[in-house]
Structures are given as structure tokens and as C-alpha cells.
């Protein structure tokens, strides 16, 4: 059965980096893409990037790009988001999720708490 | 970039009714449009792909139509466990996929 796992909650200091690990299994980690989706408290879904599973093509959406790195270890099916300089607003859940071309996002990851605090 | 937008924003509604929700893309999307359900504390689950087609495992209470710039969710019958919120997402521009604000459907 298909399975995104993700790495467990962080808390980091303003201007700190995190880096959230999402595990694939169950289906040929190169086959597809993995999108990263936020939602921070009270606040609605927010796309902020994509990665291949083939070649590492990346897309990242404008609010982030200066900030954000998408990578993939295809020996282990993991795919990772790092965000930097992070201030108190990234405070949200980060999701990862398989993206079937043109038809949507048919598996998530648990999710992983990120809070930003000094 | 394409925008999404959802309306109401929310809605109350009781066990039973018929709700319809709608999106609105700001240019055509032809029928590259999905629905998720998200639930406070777990994932979002895709319920609608391509405009109409029902995910597997999703009950047909769920519904979608539309094309080209307006879209509608529809829920046939309210069941307890569909109150939530619902989101759509166009998925035209790849791979930027981006979503409406949400609709929460709430108890009335």
C-alpha cells in the first residue's frame, strides 16, 4: 500500500533552517512527483512547491522561492523540504503528498508541525 | 499565476440537506480541477479528480461538474462525517497547483 511518512514536529528559533523528510513506499518512488503543501493555524492550504521523482525538476511557488529547496534521495524514496530563514509566520503543518499528473494529490503524509518561536 | 476562488466561505447545513459549493479559476482550466475534504488534525483527502471523476473509495454522495472557468461540489445527502472543510485545486498549470481558500461546512 502506497505511504508517505514524514519526519517529526520541529521547533526552531526565527532566522533558523528545518528540513522535513517524507518517506515514500509502496510504488516506484521515480514514477511520480511530491508536491509540499502548507497550512498554517486558521489559514487554508497553500502550495509551495514540487519535485520530480524522475529527473529532480523542481517548481516552487514566487512566496518561497528565495527561501525553499526541494530535494529527493531516490536510493531511500525520501523526498525533503528545507526552508530557511524562517520567521514567526512559517509556524504551520507541512505536508507531502504524490502528485498524479493533472489528476491531483491521491496520497498525503501525516503532516509535520513546524513552530517558529524565539 | 491561476487563482481559485471558492464560495461561500462557509456554510451551516444540517444531516440530509444537499450542499453545493463552487470554484471559480480566473482563466479556463478545461476540466483540471480536483476537490479535497480536509478534517483538523488529519490530511487532506482527494475526493473529486478531473472536474467529475470520483476518487476510488470515496461514496458517490460525492459529487463534481463544471468545466473551463466554473466548477460545483456536490453533496447529495449530508452525512455526519462530512462536516469539514473543502477545498478545490486547479491542476492546469503543472505542476503549480494551487488551491481555493476553502468552504467549512459546519453543523447547523
Known amino acids: 500500500q502506497v505511504q508517505l511518512v514524514q519526519s517529526g514536529a520541529e521547533v526552531k528559533k526565527p532566522g533558523a533552517s528545518v528540513k522535513v523528510s517524507c518517506k515514500a513506499s509502496?510504488?516506484?518512488?521515480?514514477?511520480?512527483?511530491v508536491s509540499w503543501v502548507r497550512q498554517a493555524p486558521g489559514q487554508g492550504l497553500e502550495w509551495m512547491g514540487w519535485?520530480?521523482?524522475?529527473?529532480?525538476?523542481?517548481k516552487y511557488s514566487q512566496k518561497f522561492q528565495d527561501r525553499v529547496t526541494m530535494t529527493t534521495d531516490t536510493s531511500t524514496s525520501t523526498a525533503y523540504m528545507e526552508l530557511r530563514n524562517l520567521r514567526s509566520d512559517d509556524t504551520a503543518m507541512y505536508y507531502c503528498?504524490?502528485?498524479?499528473?493533472?489528476?491531483?494529490?491521491?496520497?498525503w503524509g501525516q503532516g509535520t508541525l513546524v513552530t517558529v518561536s524565539s | 499565476d491561476i487563482q481559485m476562488t471558492q464560495s461561500p466561505s462557509s456554510l451551516s447545513a444540517s444531516v440530509g440537506d444537499r450542499v453545493t459549493i463552487t470554484c471559480r479559476a480566473s482563466?479556463?482550466?478545461?476540466?483540471?480541477l480536483n476537490w479535497y475534504q480536509h478534517k483538523p488534525g488529519k490530511a487532506p483527502m482527494l475526493l473529486i479528480y478531473?472536474?467529475?471523476s470520483l476518487q476510488s473509495g470515496v461514496p458517490s454522495r460525492f459529487s463534481g461538474s463544471g468545466s473551463g472557468t466554473d466548477f460545483t461540489l456536490t453533496i447529495s445527502s449530508l452525512q455526519p462525517e462530512d462536516f469539514a472543510t473543502y477545498y478545490c485545486?486547479?491542476?492546469?498549470?503543472?505542476?503549480?497547483?494551487?488551491f481555493g481558500q476553502g468552504t467549512k461546512v459546519e453543523i447547523k
Open positions: 519535485i520530480s521523482g524522475y529527473n529532480d525538476n523542481t
Open positions: 478531473t472536474a467529475s
Open positions: 503528498a504524490r502528485a498524479i499528473r493533472y489528476s491531483g494529490y491521491d496520497y
Open positions: 509502496g510504488y516506484t518512488f521515480s514514477s511520480f512527483g
Open positions: 482563466q479556463s482550466i478545461s476540466i483540471y
Open positions: 485545486q486547479q491542476s492546469y498549470s503543472t505542476p503549480t497547483w494551487t
